[in-house]
């Protein structure tokens, strides 16, 4: 399993270094990267450290890797690097801050640079709140589980207890708006507790009083009117002379991230024009005594609208035709999501909640959801099957982060979005999950909640922001309508991935090539423990009684040969046979990058004879034998560890022309016959038959040396190893 420690120093370098760095940052999943040049960024070698589920490049030399649930941990690891200790997660080079600013800026320019920045503002003033918004959620599910069993009454008379309890929640989403504006001030790089002061300012318990106290509307300086129809109640302040629609921005979103993006403005402009040695005053000054007064006449009403309105047009089709909509947003969030293209949609959910009292949009969403988490959970059962340890530990993880936390990006990053046949195998369970909730909106089956605005609630609502996980179950009305729809949702994604798999033929075989190797790593790895511990007790036994063992030795007594496996007696030299019969060759020549490479170990290379019968090149234990017969690990008795991959690229054939003679588990002798290959059907497949064979633990000993020239034949000494003295 791939740590921290190990992981970081790999992204830092393929990243291009510290140097490379103009800004760090991390969310709940991704690493987050400005670079000055994200050109240099080799994507496969990246994909390719442990740990790492996947990168998203961006324009404007932004670069994202995505980690899952332990990014944090990576990116603090990275931040302790020597490296960045004088980096403060923000890079510079030997040029001034403003020219490597401009440089970036110039860059991004273009089209969709400006559409990815907007879209990158809105991710980055909510992502750092996903934390509290889920802890929020799971406190809510808790209170919705105690009144779906009539232990508690959360919709009556409450005690002060449970008021307290409300209250530990409900402060997220009230003052989320400031906790937005905090985020978007620091997205666009102005100070953020100026952002949070302004939005906080009609937010105080001063503002609301217009609207609630009597002595305002006594002295006709408010004016309130409602409407009997909608049962709401709308106020105006007479503010010196100007008047002000008096609104609860408690919950809104639209409203920060529209007063937010003028801020800036001013706030840049002050910048310039403010002396030095007086903008720690001023520009805060200046800008608080603009920008309130402009939020709460213009930027908070036009918000509430802009608001509502969205939410009222989504809400018509909602009603008007749920099936339509039912299926459409679970169909569309897996194409907006890898974009980071959802906010907007999270957004009108928030908003939905503030000026509606509940939420239709994330009923549907959790179709989508499940969907996902049911596709890895398909990708779980055949890797269990399969024996493929790297993608079961991958989708466990996955998997647990979906249904426990309602977070997909591991399983998308990590799984789909690279064998995109699990994606078309998530797509008919989103279809699936929306079509069950459309049917009984269109039955009279959905939720019946009246919202504020007097509209009949269609579908699956919810009257709170929550993470579609399975803790979450509970805040959706009607629950058992949800429940069904995930449920639909979440099997048909994982029986589709089951019945027809989500790797391709290709990518069936690649990943089985890795497990060879893994399995390779992880048997050399414990041949050489066993070979330390066993190393380490017969030079105890040496040192206790010398004179015995000499006697023992003296009367040919052999009862402690095996204390010491022979490839591991301090300068002794075994030699490894050839398998098989034919051209030999240094493991250099082999025409495959990872075995010429040396990255499995160090051996030889062996062209075939006309006849090829491949043979065990000394006794030992077969830890490796796929069904394929494409390639066989070997632990030898002496101790060495040993790679017989028959044929390049031959696992693409399946096991044709391949007759097995060995399992996993048997024990071998020497010249014991392995498989038997049919040369014509290899030939006629268009694969090479050179057959690499590497010694896996090759870094345990002082030396492995090709010493074969030309023809050999099975059993001839083809590689020989000396052990470290």
């Given amino acids: 399993m791939a740590t921290t420690t190990s992981t970081a120093p790999d992204i830092l370098k393929a990243v291009g270094g510290a140097d490379n760095i103009l800004h760090f940052t991390h969310c709940a999943t991704r690493l987050r990267f400005e670079l000055k040049d994200a050109s240099v960024i080799d994507q496969a070698a990246v994909e390719a450290i442990p740990g790492v589920l996947g990168a998203v490049p961006q324009s404007g030399d932004r670069y994202q890797i995505i980690i899952g649930a332990t990014v944090a941990n990576v990116y603090n690891a990275i931040m302790d690097l020597p490296e960045m200790k004088n980096q403060g997660g923000t890079a510079t080079s030997g040029t001034s801050d403003a020219d490597v600013k401009a440089a970036a800026r110039a860059k991004a320019r273009g089209k969709n640079a400006y559409v990815d920045a907007f879209f990158e503002y809105l991710s980055n003033s909510f992502r750092p709140l996903l934390g509290v918004l889920l802890g929020a959620s799971l406190i809510i599910a808790f209170t919705a589980v105690l009144d779906a069993f009539h232990i508690v009454d959360f919709r009556g008379d409450k005690s002060a207890g449970w008021v307290f309890v409300d209250a530990m929640w409900r402060a997220v989403f009230y003052f989320l708006p400031i906790m937005v504006a905090y985020n978007a001030s620091k997205t666009l790089k102005i100070d953020p507790w100026l952002g949070a002061t302004v939005m906080g300012a009609v937010m105080t318990p001063e503002f ?21 129809t909608l049962g709401t109640t709308a106020c105006k302040a007479d503010i010196f002379g100007l008047p002000m629609q008096l609104n609860d921005y408690g919950g809104q979103v639209f409203v920060p991230l529209i007063m937010v993006a003028i801020l800036a403005i001013v706030y840049r402009f002050l910048v310039k024009v403010v002396p030095d040695n007086v903008q720690m005053v001023f520009v805060p000054f200046f800008s608080m005594l603009v920008m309130i007064p402009v939020t709460a006449f213009l930027i908070g009403p036009l918000g509430i609208w802009l608001g509502t309105g969205l939410g009222t047009g989504l809400a018509w089709l909602n009603s008007n035709a749920p099936i339509f909509f039912a299926i459409l947003i679970p169909m569309l969030y897996p194409f907006l999501v890898p974009l980071g293209l959802h906010w907007p949609l999270n957004a009108l959910m928030l908003a939905n909640i503030s000026s509606l009292g509940y939420d239709f ?314 498989v038997v290959v049919d040369r014509a059907v290899v030939e006629a497949a268009g694969y090479p038959l050179v057959t690499p064979v590497v010694i896996t633990n090759t870094d345990k000993f002082e030396s492995v040396d090709y010493v074969a020239e030309g023809d050999v034949s099975a059993g001839d000494p083809l590689i020989a190893i000396t052990a470290k003295m």
């Fill in 361 to 674: 949009i994330q009923g549907p969403m959790g179709a989508w959801n499940f969907a996902c988490f049911g596709a890895t959970a398909g990708v779980l059962v055949l890797s269990i099957r399969d024996k493929n340890y790297l993608m079961r530990q991958t989708a466990t993880g996955a998997l647990a982060a979906g249904l426990f936390g309602g977070i997909s990006e591991p399983s998308l990053y990590g799984i789909h979005l690279r064998y995109k046949n699990a994606y078309k195998r998530m797509l008919p369970g989103c279809f699936v999950g929306g079509l069950v909730i459309g049917l009984a909106s269109m039955a009279g089956l959905g939720s019946q909640t009246v919202g504020s605005n007097g509209e009949v609630a269609n579908g699956v609502t919810t009257k709170i922001f929550a993470f579609t996980s399975l803790f979450t179950i509970p805040v959706f009305d009607p629950m058992w309508l949800y429940g069904v729809a995930i449920l639909a949702a979440f099997l048909t994604a994982m029986f589709l991935v089951i019945i027809f798999d989500y790797r391709t033929p290709e990518q069936k075989a690649e990943m089985h090539a890795a497990d060879l190797a893994h399995a390779a790593k992880i048997a050399a790895e414990s041949a050489a423990k066993s070979a330390a511990v066993e190393s380490a007790h017969n030079v105890s036994e040496a040192a206790v009684a010398p004179a015995a063992d000499a006697c023992d030795s003296a009367n040919g007594d052999s009862a402690d040969e095996s204390a010491v496996l022979s490839a591991f007696v301090p300068g002794a030299t075994t030699v490894i046979g050839s398998p098989l019969s034919g051209m030999s060759m240094p493991l250099d020549e082999v025409p495959d990058a990872v075995f010429a490479g040396g990255l499995l170990g160090k051996g030889a290379g062996v062209d075939p004879a006309e006849h090829i019968e491949v043979k065990a090149p000394a006794a030992g234990k077969v830890v490796t034998a796929p069904a394929s017969g494409h390639a066989f690990g070997i632990e030898l008795d002496s101790g060495v560890e040993i790679l017989i991959h028959v044929g390049l690229d031959t696992v693409k054939l399946g096991g044709e022309g391949f007759d097995v003679r060995v399992s996993q588990g048997d024990h071998v002798v020497e010249g014991q016959t392995l």
């Fill in 208 to 228: 609301l009083s217009l609207s609630t106290n009597d002595r305002f509307q006594k002295a006709h300086q408010v004016v309130c009117t409602t409407n009997e």
